[in-house]
């Protein structure tokens, strides 16, 4: 690969998200602004200029096919190299099983859809909105107690009575012990249980993954947070971790994310270089405009600040309402 070749089409922004010298990264990048091809050639360039291994780089996405398209992407700059890119739950259920083989414990089983269980336990009455709040709890790390004292505190609201969910979670960890088994979120959960607890696994797994790249850091919940906490420990001389994320596009509220934890990363990451891609090269000048509009009108105005459009005037924005969906 051609470092040169892999800026060419880069804006400034862009190319010093790909360039940057620092270790410690988060990249902020607004709708539109390049952010998968910021982060594919940040991994090529480094490796191109013998910055970085590609056997130990592994970059976590939400989603397989965000993963996938990352493989294509750096195949097709000529990253040959095996670069590890998966869901948090798959790169964690892998290191887990090789941990639980090296230790000749024997694997447990996993399921992955908790609703099942939680009926049993609970039966089906506000089954969907208790499965619900089990999923926000989990991934917040918070305890049947602690549900109680966020919902009493107003942090935290449902249809569902606190008292009945807090049940529920205690209930439902039973039943996953009596049975034997584990699901998604315990996945995250036992695999920093083993770090934690473990200083010889924990180097070696730092040791394996070297350079930990981060997709859509918006939408990291505390759990997986503190999994990436523990890859690259902030202020440790050798953490090497590049976050991507806006703000202002998170979806995975309902499930326990906290975009704050990208708005705050100079508290997490102390030293991390944030930098900014307000350029959208996707929609006209019209749009952003908009979409700046209703960010501002919603309270974010500090995600809207200074977003620009590459592109050339389109037509105006109309606004559309409909009798019903």
């Keep these: 690969m051609d470092p040169s070749a892999l800026l060419g089409d880069l ?5 010093r998200a790909v ?51 990352l493989r294509r992407r750096l195949l097709q700059l000529g990253a040959t190299g095996r670069v590890t890119a998966g869901t948090f739950h798959s790169v964690a259920h892998g290191l887990l099983r090789q941990r639980w083989a090296d230790l000749d414990r024997r694997p447990k089983q996993l399921v992955t859809d908790r609703r099942r269980i939680v009926g049993d336990v609970m039966g089906h009455e506000q ?33 569902v009575p606190p008292a009945r969910v ?42 394996r993954f070297r350079h930990l790249l981060v997709d859509e850091a918006q939408d990291l919940n505390p759990l997986q947070h503190r999994l990436v906490e523990l890859l690259c420990p902030p202020g440790d001389p050798t953490a090497d971790v590049f976050l991507v994320g806006d703000p202002a596009q998170a979806i995975y509220g309902f499930n326990g ?40 009108a919603g309270g974010q105005a500090n995600h809207a600040a200074g977003l620009l459009s590459a592109r050339p005037d389109g037509a105006l924005v109309e606004i559309v309402a409909a009798d019903d969906e």
């Design 11 to 15: 804006d400034a922004d862009q190319r």
């Design 19 to 69: 360039t940057t010298e620092s270790r410690l990264v988060a990249v902020i990048a607004g709708a539109g602004s390049g952010k998968t091809r910021v982060l594919t050639r940040r991994i090529a360039y480094r490796a191109a200029t013998d910055s970085a291994d590609l056997a130990h780089t592994l970059v976590l996405t939400f989603t397989r096919e965000a993963a996938g398209e």
């Design 127 to 159: 089954l969907d909105e208790l499965v619900a709040e089990l999923d926000w709890a989990t991934a917040r790390l918070v305890t049947p107690s602690g549900y109680e004292v966020a919902a009493k505190r107003g942090e935290r609201r449902s249809n």
């Design 166 to 207: 807090a049940d529920a979670l205690a209930r439902y960890e039973q039943e996953k012990r009596r049975r034997g088994v584990i699901d998604l979120d315990d996945l995250l959960a036992s695999l920093i249980g083993e770090l934690e607890r473990s200083a010889e696994f924990a180097d070696a797994t730092r040791w």
């Design 257 to 296: 994310s906290d975009p704050d934890l990208l708005v705050d990363v100079e508290r997490h990451f102390p030293g991390v270089e944030v930098i900014r891609l307000p350029v959208n090269h996707r929609s006209t000048p019209q749009v952003v405009a908009a979409g700046a509009a209703v960010l501002t």
